[in-house]
C-alpha cells in the first residue's frame, strides 16, 4: 500500500476514495490557482525544459547532493502534482464513481512535440465537470465569442473506457494525478518518451510518481514466448528467457499498468497485489 492510501485513503486505495475528487477540495481558491497555472503548456515546458537541464547538470555532482535534490524534489511533487500508475479495471471503478469524463490535450504532448494529443481527462463527481471544467473554461475565455467549450470533449464512460482500452492497446499506462494533494482531477495516458512525469522518474531517477499497487506476473503453461508483452512495456520490466523461450517479469521493475497482460493473446498475463510480492512489496 502507497503512502498516499495510508494518508488519504484511510488504509484503503487513495484513489478508489470519491471524496479525494470532491468540489469541497475544489473550491480551496489555492488549489484553483494552482490548476490555472498548471493548464499553462508554455510555461510547463518552460520550466520541465529548465528542470531537466538542471537534472542533467546534477549527474556530475557528488552522489550525495544528487540524492538530497531528488528527495527535495519528489517531496515538493508529493505535496502538489503527484501520480500513481492504475490498471483498468480499477479506472472503471473510478468512473463508476465520477459523474462526469472531459478528455482534453494532453499537456506534456503540447510542451514536448507542440501538437495537441488528446491523451487526458478530466474527472469530476459533478455534471459537465464541477468547478474543474468551470476553471478550464475561464482558461479559455475568447472575448468575442465566450469560453471555447469545444477544448472538452464530454465523453460517457463507456466511450471512456473503450478509448483507454485502445491507448492500453498503444502501449499506454493509466496514471492519476493530484492537483494539490489529495485532490485528483485527472487520468492520463502516458508513456516514456512524451511524459514528463515518467521522465522524471524513470530516467532522472526522481520520482513524480508511485508505482501501481500490483506487479504482473506470467503463467508460463500459457505464455508461447511471442515478446509481445516485453515490445509494450514501458519500465524495462517484461523480459524473455532465452533457455525455455517464455516471457519473465522481473517484478522490482514492474509499475503494475497492466499493459502487457492487454497484449497477450493467450491471456498469460494477470496482475497481483504488490503486498504480496516477495521482492517488490516495499518499492514504490
Ligand atoms: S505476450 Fe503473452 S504469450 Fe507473448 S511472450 Fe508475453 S506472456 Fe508470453
Ligand atoms: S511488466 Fe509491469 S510495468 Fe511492464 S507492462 Fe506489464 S504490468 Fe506494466
Not at 546534477?58 to 524534489?73: G, Q
Not at 501538437?115 to 474527472?123: A, D, N, T, V
Not at 475561464?138 to 463507456?158: H, V, W, Y
Not at 485527472?186 to 515518467?198: E, S, W
Request: proline residues 3%; contains cysteine; positive net charge.
Amino acid at each position: 500500500m502507497c503512502e498516499f492510501c495510508l494518508k488519504h485513503g484511510e488504509g484503503e486505495k487513495w484513489y478508489l476514495q470519491a471524496k479525494n475528487y470532491s468540489d469541497d477540495l475544489l473550491s480551496d481558491v489555492r488549489r484553483r490557482r494552482f490548476i490555472e497555472g498548471f493548464a499553462d503548456s508554455e510555461a510547463l515546458a518552460r520550466e520541465a525544459a529548465r528542470g531537466f537541464g538542471q537534472m542533467d547538470r546534477l549527474k556530475k555532482a557528488p552522489k550525495f547532493i544528487r540524492d538530497m535534490v531528488r528527495r527535495n524534489v519528489t517531496r515538493k511533487m508529493k505535496k502538489v502534482h503527484f501520480g500513481q500508475v492504475v490498471p483498468i479495471e480499477e479506472i472503471e471503478r473510478i468512473f463508476g464513481f465520477t459523474n462526469s469524463i472531459v478528455r482534453v490535450a494532453c499537456i506534456c504532448r503540447q510542451a514536448v512535440h507542440r501538437k495537441e494529443k488528446r491523451f487526458c481527462y478530466g474527472i469530476s463527481l459533478s455534471p459537465n465537470g464541477g468547478m474543474l471544467a468551470e476553471i478550464f473554461r475561464g482558461l479559455d475565455r475568447n472575448p468575442i465569442n465566450g469560453p471555447d467549450a469545444s477544448r472538452f470533449e464530454s465523453l460517457t464512460k463507456e466511450e471512456a473506457i473503450a478509448a483507454f482500452r485502445a491507448h492500453e492497446q498503444e502501449g499506454l499506462c493509466h496514471t492519476v494525478w493530484t492537483f494539490l494533494t489529495p485532490f485528483i482531477g485527472g487520468i492520463c495516458n502516458c508513456d516514456r518518451v512524451d511524459c514528463l512525469a515518467m521522465r522524471s522518474t524513470l530516467t532522472y531517477a526522481t520520482p513524480v510518481m508511485f508505482r501501481g499497487e500490483y506487479v504482473a506476473e506470467v503463467d508460463p503453461d500459457l505464455c508461447v514466448g511471442c515478446r509481445e508483452c516485453m515490445r509494450l512495456c514501458q519500465f524495462g520490466a517484461a523480459g524473455f528467457s532465452a533457455s525455455n523461450k517464455k516471457a519473465v517479469i522481473d517484478q522490482r521493475w514492474c509499475y503494475g499498468c497492466g499493459v502487457c497482460r492487454a497484449a497477450c493473446e493467450q491471456d498469460a498475463i494477470r496482475l497481483e497485489d504488490r503486498a504480496k510480492s516477495p521482492v517488490a512489496a516495499d518499492l514504490w
